[in-house]
């Protein structure tokens, strides 16, 4: 896990937070059956990749970018992105930005 976000798993999450967080970011909602999944190299430089998963969640097309970083033989999550509407950024949400969700 990255430094980045890091700090938003300890005991000390902030709340604001807490009530943001999708149940299942991975299925980008609380509830899920997850269909047609592709997933996409996008770039890799070093230690570092942009990985994409499209698929339908409950008939609803999604489409998420995920930033990882290779750290200790294997690669880690360091950033999720919704690139389709409504999009958000993960650690923009973590931490109350204002624009974490640019289209609202």
Same mark, same amino acid.
């Given at each position: 896990m990255s430094a980045a976000i890091r700090p938003?798993?300890?005991e @000390?999450? +902030?709340?604001?937070?807490k009530n943001q967080v999708f149940s @299942?970011? /991975?299925a980008n909602g609380q509830d899920w059956k997850i269909g047609d999944l592709s997933v996409t #190299?996008?770039?890799? !430089?070093? /230690?570092? *990749?942009v990985v994409e998963a499209k698929f339908s969640n409950l008939g609803d097309a999604e489409d998420l970018r995920y930033d990882l970083v290779h750290s200790g033989g294997r690669w880690l999550i360091d950033e999720i992105q919704s690139m389709t509407k409504p999009r958000w950024t993960m650690s923009k949400? #973590? *931490?109350g930005a204002p624009d !974490?969700? +640019?289209d609202q």
């Open positions: 938003y798993f300890a @000390n999450f +902030p709340s604001r937070a @299942n970011v /991975d #190299l996008v770039s890799q !430089a070093g /230690d570092k *990749a949400i #973590l *931490a !974490a969700f +640019p």
